[in-house]
């Protein structure tokens, strides 16, 4: 009797789970604060109850999480959505990939600079050294920061430098200033014994650039096959970054139960400077999370062909679409500010 019990409960399970559609989730980097709210739907079943059975991996920048999805090994993704326009500027033969829901607002990209070099605003930087990898967004973009800020984009020495030795190039005073992310950066920099207030940080969307930044994406042909399934996962993902924000503290547990050795006071700070600098702006408080501003988006498309030198300038609706997100009202996420 108590065999054929769990015969009936293990074909049940293996039942429910035959149903469950699959999404393999590439994220973008290591697993660190800002990845909590896909952590955290995981964890909490809201994928499973939408249905989906999600495998989140962690990723090793923008460009390889979007040719990954491009080429069919994951479904879905994490990724600058300034990557996304130049992979399908350069790529216009590949399969299609949208940017589904925007997480990070405004780009993350930065200048970070020592204020014992004299520089204090953008003019300020003429004449100096900046320091990035060549696939940084900040340093591919740097022309459209330049030209918002009346500086010529020539006006800047920039070395080209390996990833891990960015921020110690200039806490030894061998560059003037680097480009980077700002929770990234300013995280890195103070590890390494440089205080913020040696520092004059100037975040893109502060000085005058309109791009956007993270977004997740779809392969196109998942989600014509599976719209239900991108609608069920955005769905999952918004209720879990609703809970995020509400609770950056409790969210970053979920980080922690995927790898342990994380520095959790560290990831709790990198998670609430996204939450306040792009994530939780000002347009993404009046329209709600995960959508974008059709005229802003194309404006920042234009941007990123020019600086970038693309062969061709990507449509809007090819880069995003808003057609699997959840309704504006329920995306209306963010807790009221403390006065």
Do not use: H
Request: net charge negative; glycine share 10%.
């Amino acid at each position: 009797m108590l065999a054929g019990a769990l015969s009936l409960s293990l074909l049940g399970a293996a039942v429910a789970q035959a149903d469950e559609t699959r999404i393999r989730f590439q994220l973008d980097w290591r697993f660190e604060g800002p990845s909590a709210p896909f952590l955290m739907a995981v964890e909490r079943g809201y994928f499973a109850e939408e249905g989906l059975n999600v495998q989140i991996d962690s990723g090793s920048g923008s460009a390889g999480a979007i040719n990954r999805v491009a080429s069919g090994a994951y479904e879905m993704g994490f990724g600058d959505l300034n990557a996304l326009v130049e992979f399908l500027a350069e790529n216009p033969g590949a399969p299609g990939i949208q940017g589904v829901y925007v997480v990070y607002d405004g780009t993350p990209a930065s200048v970070l600079a020592r204020k014992d070099r004299g520089i204090e605003s953008p003019a300020d930087l003429a004449g100096k050294s900046l320091a990035a990898p060549a696939f940084d967004t900040g340093y591919r973009a740097w022309g459209i920061f330049a030209a918002a800020n009346e500086l010529e984009a020539g006006a800047v020495e920039w070395q080209n430098v390996d990833p891990a030795l960015r921020e110690t190039l200039l806490v030894r005073g061998d560059v003037d200033a680097i480009t980077g992310f700002y929770f990234t950066s300013l995280l890195n920099l103070e590890g390494r014994g440089m205080d913020e207030e040696q520092l004059t940080i100037m975040p893109f969307p502060d000085y005058g650039v309109p791009l956007y930044g993270n977004a997740i994406i779809a392969s196109e042909a998942f989600s014509e096959a599976n719209p239900e399934a991108v609608e069920g996962f955005l769905r999952a993902f918004n209720r879990a970054l609703a809970e995020t924000l509400a609770d950056p503290e409790g969210a970053i547990e979920y980080v922690r139960n995927r790898d342990a050795l994380i520095d959790v006071e560290m990831e709790t700070r990198r998670l609430k400077l996204a939450i306040a600098s792009v994530i939780d702006t000002e347009d993404a408080r009046a329209n709600g999370a995960g959508g974008v501003d059709e005229q802003r988006l194309r404006e920042a498309i234009q941007l990123v062909a020019d600086a970038y030198d693309l062969p061709s300038v990507p449509e809007p609706e090819r880069v995003f679409t808003s057609s699997f997100l959840p309704p504006q009202e329920e995306r209306m996420i963010f807790p009221e500010r403390a006065e």
